[in-house]
């Protein structure tokens, strides 16, 4: 009798039915990986993960197997699960990997990849938003530094934090890798924006900034606040100008090809991914989705290259999201900037900038906008409130 209720106990494990459900980021940008592939080695049981990044399946009949995530442009993730339970949560952080071996073209006859670009380019006139005759929208901005990769009893060593010693107190390890924050800025604010005659207007609404800046500090900072239009033929990156995949001549500097296609809130979406034609050149790795209606971005994810050569980073990623209005029109609703850099060498002080955007409330070819910039007295005015200091954690909480 005891021997059968072992059988029996060993089979119900042996098929305990398991819930896999978990999360893929970017490790760089902690962005979501939308449609990587999650599957388990020898059953081949598996998923995609959704456009937010997530995934979930049941297994019936479990038994110790290896998780595999894999995306292009990434680095396969794999965890070995031994023991079974009634769920399993996986949060997988993808590595850069290298896009140009996805992107490898043979001839440009019959490349779909090129095909969707040049479709881009012919629509640009239609999705870029240069084309308004005016905009505005609510304007939420978050920069933080912070000390990456921080090791607190290093850093204990350096007589410039020996007096400074309640910093340490605020090292957060809830990511991979411990850090420190340094740096952490906030505006809210009103834009409107004009194209003929060309005017704008920010009034600054609410603001804080903690942290330590110095001169360096400063000089990196600058970089992480331009602003990007991704289907401009050209893209700042700190001092040096890069070639846009979206560019009217993109395919001198880049290699495309089509991924996959997804469907998205009942849409189709063109996965497109690119990467430089040539070592060396100032263009991007990355991937965007493309509405297959109207050949409009709704998301796009630009690093740089392993071999780029930009002073002081070592790491960059840009991403932007745009959002659909009126069925026809996609507008910028987010975006992110995430520069892994170094004020003296590599090996010494890392830091981690990241500057997140959002754009709320959007005004389009609006007589509000019209009527507030006739009353601008430049043809670009930035007003800074007077109460723009004075808001409380509380109000910061409600408007991130």
């Not at 497109?272 to 263009?283: D, Q, S, T, V, Y």
């Not at 006739?374 to 808001?391: F, Y």
Request: glycine share 6%; hydrophobic share 40%.
């Amino acid at each position: 009798m005891g021997l059968l209720t072992l059988l029996l106990l060993s089979f119900s494990a042996a098929s305990q039915r398991v819930y896999v459900t978990g999360l893929v980021k970017d490790l760089q940008n902690d962005e979501p990986v939308p449609f990587a592939s999650v599957q388990f080695l020898k059953s081949g049981i598996g998923t995609l993960s959704d456009s937010a990044g997530n995934f979930s399946f049941y297994i019936n009949e479990f038994s110790p197997d290896s998780l595999l995530v894999s995306s292009v442009g990434f680095k396969r993730f794999a965890t070995f699960i031994k023991t079974p339970r009634d769920t399993v949560r996986i949060l997988a952080y993808l590595e850069k990997g290298n896009f140009s071996n996805e992107v490898i073209v043979k001839a440009k006859v019959g490349n779909k990849g090129l095909l969707i670009w040049k479709r881009i380019v012919k629509h640009k006139p239609e999705n870029d938003r240069a084309r308004f005759e005016n905009y505005g929208y609510e304007l939420y901005n978050k920069l933080e530094i912070d000390w990456n990769k921080f090791n607190k009893d290093k850093a204990k060593k350096i007589p410039l934090l020996k007096s400074f010693s309640f910093v340490f107190d605020n090292v957060d390890s809830s990511e991979t890798a411990p850090f420190l924050p340094v740096y952490l800025t906030e505006t809210l604010s009103d834009y409107y924006f004009q194209r003929s005659p060309k005017k704008f207007k920010e009034v600054i609404k609410a603001q804080k900034a903690d942290g330590i800046e110095n001169e360096s500090m400063s000089k990196m900072l600058g970089g992480m606040y331009q602003n990007v239009n991704v289907y401009n033929n050209f893209i700042p990156v700190f001092d040096k100008d890069f070639a846009s995949p979206l560019s009217d001549h993109g395919d001198v500097y880049y290699n495309y090809k089509v991924a996959d296609t997804q469907q998205i809130g009942g849409r189709r979406f063109y996965h497109l991914i690119f990467a430089p034609r040539h070592k060396g050149e100032n263009a991007f790795d990355g991937e965007c989705y493309v509405d297959g209606l109207n050949y409009a971005i709704k998301k796009i994810t630009l690093k740089l290259p392993p071999d780029a050569n930009v002073n002081h980073i070592e790491q960059l990623s840009m991403i932007q999201e745009f959002t659909l209005f009126n069925d026809s029109t996609w507008f910028l609703t987010r975006d992110k900037f995430v520069a892994d850099f170094y004020l003296v060498g590599k090996k010494t002080l890392n830091f981690k900038g990241r500057k997140n955007t959002t754009y709320r409330n959007i005004l389009i070819n609006d007589s509000l906008i019209t009527d507030t910039l006739l009353l601008a007295k430049t043809k670009e005015e930035i007003v800074v409130q007077d109460s723009s200091r004075l808001h409380d954690a509380a109000f910061w909480e409600e408007h991130r």
